[in-house]
Every structure is written in C-alpha cells, then in structure tokens.
C-alpha cells in the first residue's frame, strides 16, 4: 500500500495560522499522518516566517506556501510592460517568502486577478502571462522551489479552466520546471470527464487537491475523491495531495465573501481533515488491491 504525501489547508480548520492556534492544529495534522501544510495567502512583511517555519521543522511538515492571486496593476498577463515586471516582481517575491518559509512548494492563482471575470481572457493575455509565469517557475526551481498553479473554475477566472487549457499554458510558459495543481472542486464545474482531465495533465501535474461541490466534509457530495485518489495513484502520480474545504463557521467573513461560502457546511475542521486522510489511506489501499 502506498500513502500519497498529504496536505491540509490551515482553513480547513483554523481561520488563519495564529499564534494561540496554529501549533494545535499542526499537532492534530501530524497525528493524522500529514506531510504537508497548506498556508493562505500571507504578507511577507507582516508574517512571522521564521516562527511557522520552526514550528513545522519541529513537526517534521512542510509549508506550502500560496499565491491569492494578482492585484490589477502588477498582471504578468497586462499589456503593460511596467505592470508585468510588477507582477513577477511579486512572484519572485513570493519564491523568496517560500525559500524563507521551508517551504517546497508555491500554489495558487500566480496569473491574474482572482474573482469575477468580466469577459473571456484575450489570447494575447494567456500568452504573455504564460510566459512570465514561466519565468517566475525557472527562478522558483533555482530556488529549490516547485511553482504550480491553480487551474480555477469560471467563476473565479477566465484564464485557465480545464486541464487542457492549462496544458497549453504550460507550453507557451517556454518553462521546463512549472507544475500544474488540480482541485476536484473545481474539475466538478469545468471537465465532463474528470478522470482523463487528471490524465491529460498528468504530466505537468504538481499538486491534487481534493474539494467537495458543496466545499465541506469529501464524503458529502458528488465528487468521488477516493476514486479519484485511486486513480491518479495507479496512473503513476507521486506529488502531494490536499485537501480544502470553507466554512463560514471558521473563515474570517471577508475571506468567506470573497469565495462565495455563505454556508457552513461543516462544524469542526480536525472531524473533515480526519475523513480526508481516510479517503486518501483508502484510495491507496483500493489501489494496492
């Protein structure tokens, strides 16, 4: 049987990595069996990097560092050269905030705005923002850090929404080293066949995260995680997988606005990430048989 290496989200359970919270919680993770923390978008100039980095060392986790997204004047993908070198910039940045982290890995939304789009992403955009990410992702690796990013439903983005498009994002990056991260949320929306979406990308692919269509427990929905984690297993996929989920209940209400979470689809964030890890051990061992 082999146990893919597991991430949870910080909110999942906590509505953000405080002093008085986040050592419980990685406490709880590291009983579960995860190898890997999630963080939410953080200010590098008022986030404590060297205390959440000694206390995953402590733990023996790593950090996943994440990017939320571009402000409208630094877009890798503008038609303004000064705002797309503000844009990677701030990606490069954030690379450093990862390296001073420990953390292996950036996520996230590291092409565009996140939030309603207003009209489809012209296909100069895609082009020039590929590029940069490329760029971001071969400085990343000179880091020792994977650059992934996030392919998001329509409703977030009009960038990337399928796994093929992301494909084609990866190619036109010019980039060897950028990754591709999945969320079976977002695949829910997006691909008639999520299972060959997985395939399509299976190359390129950097991180799986596993998401409800409700965005609560993995087991109350019409997402099949553990099928899909028994896939991407027999498929060959060796990256770390995650977990994500929002309740209003725990996310601070201008983070729950911002995603749309006007429900609380669960109570306690420890009862999901523990389902969680049962689905991935058991789509590893559904694998093995």
């Not at 844009?87 to 996520?107: C, I, K, M, T, Y």
């Not at 190359?203 to 984690?229: C, F, H, W």
């Not at 995650?242 to 606005?257: K, M």
Request: glycine letters at 10%.
């Amino acid at each position: 049987m082999r146990t893919p290496p597991m991430s949870c989200l910080v909110n999942v359970v906590l509505d953000g990595p405080s002093h008085e919270e986040l050592p419980g919680m990685l406490d709880s993770l590291v009983e579960l069996g995860y190898t890997y923390v999630g963080l939410p978008p953080l200010d590098p100039s008022t986030t404590d990097a060297a205390w959440i980095r000694g206390l995953c060392e402590e733990r023996s986790l790593l950090p996943i560092t994440m990017c939320g997204g571009m402000a409208p004047e630094s877009q890798v993908g503008s038609a303004d050269e000064a705002e797309r070198a503000a844009g990677l910039a701030g990606l490069r940045a954030l690379v450093d905030f990862a390296v001073e982290l420990g953390s292996p890995q950036l996520n996230g939304v590291c092409y565009g705005v996140f939030g309603h789009p207003m009209a489809p992403t012209p296909p100069e955009y895609f082009a020039r923002a590929a590029r940069e990410v490329g760029a971001a992702a071969d400085y990343a690796r000179s880091r020792g850090v994977t650059m992934t990013f996030e392919v998001l439903n329509r409703y977030e983005t009009s960038v990337v929404n399928t796994a093929a498009q992301a494909m084609d994002f990866v190619a036109q990056s010019g980039s060897e080293h950028l990754r591709i991260h999945l969320d079976t949320f977002h695949m829910a929306i997006e691909e008639a066949d999520m299972l060959a979406a997985i395939d399509l990308a299976l190359p390129k692919l950097g991180y799986l995260e596993l998401g409800q269509s409700g965005r609560g427990m993995l087991s109350t929905g019409i997402v099949d995680n553990a099928a899909v984690v028994r896939h991407v297993l027999a498929a060959g996929y060796e990256g770390p997988i995650g977990v994500e989920a929002f309740s209003r209940s725990i996310l601070p209400s201008f983070v729950s606005d911002a995603l749309a979470i006007w429900r609380s689809p669960y109570e306690s964030g420890r009862d999901l990430a523990a389902e969680a890890a049962r689905i991935m051990h058991q789509g590893s061992h559904n694998t093995a048989m």
